[in-house]
């Protein structure tokens, strides 16, 4: 039995949190693999009814668990996602990209992944004003460098794909932080003598996520950078309903969308719960690996199928093309599971 921590959400996170525990309930009653979900508030809504938007409570019903699900939070984001990474240390940001089939999408044919890390950078909020200037601090050390770069070629050494990571940085400008993250990452790529290693500025990643998205694998970057080619390349292959992503430390890990509330579409039964539910695939994977449970990895190998092969029949959500509602494609899967 499985201890899941839910994080409900602001905007379209209610409607996928309950997409999320129906899709579960028909995982531990038809699949056999059990769970206890313990829903539990963060964000927007917290904030207004607890003055906090992440309550102690919340921290310590995720920490008791063994994976935390967290569907988007609003406005006060940074004080829950950002908070909960630094705390429990979940320093990889892991976001496939990856086609399906039917999508209004720019590419039908890419199946990358971005290591984005998860700790440092711009997002560790240290910003103040001095004088009539404001100054944002950008943290980058070795040994976040170091760890996110055998992360990343970790991952390119588990996939049977091409086999290649590209480091994306600035370098020519951020001669100290990017130049030491490029250093860092060349020094890794010298373990791993059979995967290709490249490196890459920003702004030309940008364009080519765009032109030949295909010469893709394993993206490796740091924390901005990831955020927003994350972005990028969901939209490459699909758009945001189908992006998921994984926060992973190396004790525990969060799973998660990568947009974030969707305030102008929510409480319209149109979102797109497969972010969410590809998100809780990757939870099966990072579970079954922790605790050496095949069934587990089966599991989400079946519900990624499900989604897939529903999507691939025409039953899709409104921002990929389709008519379904997120109460029917969310009862679609739950069917066909
Ligand atoms: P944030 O800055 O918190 O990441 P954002 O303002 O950039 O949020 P998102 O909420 O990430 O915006 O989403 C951008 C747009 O994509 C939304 O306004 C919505 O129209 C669409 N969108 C995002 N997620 C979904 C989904 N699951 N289903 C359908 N449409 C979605």
């Known amino acids: 039995m499985y201890k899941i921590s839910l994080i409900t959400g602001d905007g379209i996170g209610p409607e996928l949190s309950e997409s999320a525990i129906s899709v579960l309930n028909t995982i531990h009653d038809k699949l056999d693999l059990k769970f206890d979900v313990t829903q539990l508030s963060a964000g927007d809504k917290a904030l207004s009814e607890t003055g906090k938007a992440l309550p102690d409570e919340t921290v310590e019903s995720i920490k008791q668990s063994d994976a935390c699900l967290k ?74 460098s170091k760890r996110i770069a055998k992360y990343a070629f ?44 490249e490196e890459m500025y920003v702004d ?29 390349s969901s939209q ?11 926060n992973i430390g190396d004790k525990f890990a969060l799973f ?16 797109n719960p497969s972010s969410f539910l590809l998100s809780i695939k990757m939870m099966f994977d990072w579970l079954g690996n922790k605790h050496n449970d095949a069934k587990c990895i089966e599991v989400g190998q079946k519900l990624e199928s499900t989604i897939f092969d529903l999507v691939k029949s025409g039953v899709k959500t409104k921002d990929i093309g389709g008519t379904s509602s997120t109460v029917e494609f969310t009862k679609q899967i739950a069917d066909n599971l």
């Not at 039917?102 to 004003?129: C, Q, W």
């Not at 250093?183 to 010298?190: D, I, K, M, P, S």
């Not at 998660?256 to 979102?271: K, L, R, T």
């Open 256 to 271: 998660e969308p990568v947009h974030g509330a969707a305030f102008d579409i929510a409480g319209q039964n149109i979102a």
């Open 204 to 232: 030309a990643c940008a364009m080519n996520l765009i032109r030949q998205p295909e010469r893709f694998d394993v993206v490796v970057t740091t924390n901005l950078f990831g955020d927003i080619l994350s972005d990028e």
């Open 154 to 197: 970790e991952t390119a050494k588990q996939r049977d794909s091409v086999r290649k990571v590209t480091c994306v940085h600035k370098s020519n400008v951020m001669r100290v932080t990017d130049g030491m993250f490029a250093r860092v990452c060349g020094e890794v790529a010298r373990d791993y003598p059979d995967i290709s290693f």
């Open 71 to 144: 569907a988007p939070v609003g406005e006060s984001a940074a004080d829950v996602i950002v908070v909960l990474r630094r705390m429990l240390d979940l320093y990889a940001n892991i976001r496939p990209a990856k086609s399906y089939p039917h999508m209004p999408a720019l590419r039908d044919d890419i199946d990358m992944v971005i290591v984005r890390e998860n700790t440092e950078d711009l997002y560790i909020g240290k910003e103040f004003s001095l004088g009539n200037s404001s100054v944002a601090l950008r943290i980058i050390s070795e040994k976040a």
């Open 236 to 246: 490459v292959v699909g758009g945001l309903g189908m992006a998921p992503a994984a």
